[in-house]
């Protein structure tokens, strides 16, 4: 069966600090991956997709980056971090279909 | 892009009653929509979903709702139960990767 993997759960960063997020999927081949945030009590926002290796489709302009170095990786990171970028981070896989399944998190709080 | 609205915001409901949810969509050529429920400083899980096809779609206690003329599509939970008590977010495709979610809706079941 599909796993996928986030670290760290948690994580508090100054402003200003840049950040790695890595999320990893097992049991799948050529799965399509998501970052989405969630700020405290609000809604999912998507902010990255990627469909291969190396391709990476943009939702909306920010501070974050991502990329995608293997099949089933997929990592959001940050060159200087805002106190707008806390909120929770999940990552997401799907598959041959529109159904997709989210990682734990990462609970990003920026001070 | 897609826009997706959910109704109410919050709602709360006597054990043993049903909550309804209504989400309307924006894009007639969306044609996948699930629903996720997220309990307190979890991930979101899927527990439902229907595509254009299909009027209607009951997996136990829950089912799903499609009027692909009016565009909205509806959540309704029947014999509510604690474990009920969650965030539930509606979402609608708008291509074959993406998503878009609604607010999110707060069900709280009083005992």
């Known amino acids: 069966s599909q796993t996928i993997h986030q670290w760290p759960a948690t994580l508090v960063q100054p402003v200003g600090s840049p950040l790695s997020l890595e999320c990893t999927v097992e049991?799948?081949?050529?799965?399509?991956l998501y970052w989405y945030r969630q700020a405290a009590g609000r809604g999912l926002q998507l902010l990255f997709y990627?469909?291969?290796?190396?391709?990476i489709s943009s939702e909306v302009p920010q501070n974050l980056s991502a990329s995608r170095p293997q099949d089933r990786q997929f990592i959001l990171s940050s060159k200087k971090l805002l106190l707008s970028d806390s909120g929770f981070y999940l990552c997401?896989?799907?598959?041959?279909?529109?159904?997709?399944?989210f990682g734990p998190g990462t609970r990003l709080t920026v001070t | 892009g897609e826009n997706v609205e959910q109704h109410p915001s919050t709602l709360s409901v006597q054990e043993g009653d049903s909550a309804v949810i209504k989400c309307t969509y924006s894009?007639?050529?969306?044609?996948?929509f699930p629903w996720y429920k997220q309990e307190l400083g979890k991930r979101p899980q899927l527990i439902i979903d229907?595509?254009?096809?299909?009027g209607e779609k009951k997996d136990q206690r829950i089912a799903v709702t499609l009027n692909k003329t009016a565009k909205h599509f509806s959540l309704h939970i029947t014999e509510t139960q604690p474990e009920d008590s969650a965030v539930y977010f509606c979402?609608?495709?708008?291509?074959?990767?993406?998503?878009?979610f609604g607010a999110g809706t707060t069900v709280t079941v009083r005992a």
């Open positions: 997401a896989w799907s598959v041959g279909g529109l159904e997709q399944y």
């Open positions: 049991g799948t081949s050529n799965p399509n």
């Open positions: 990627s469909v291969g290796i190396g391709q």
């Open positions: 894009d007639s050529a969306s044609n996948y």
């Open positions: 229907i595509r254009s096809n299909v």
């Open positions: 979402a609608a495709s708008y291509n074959d990767y993406k998503l878009s």
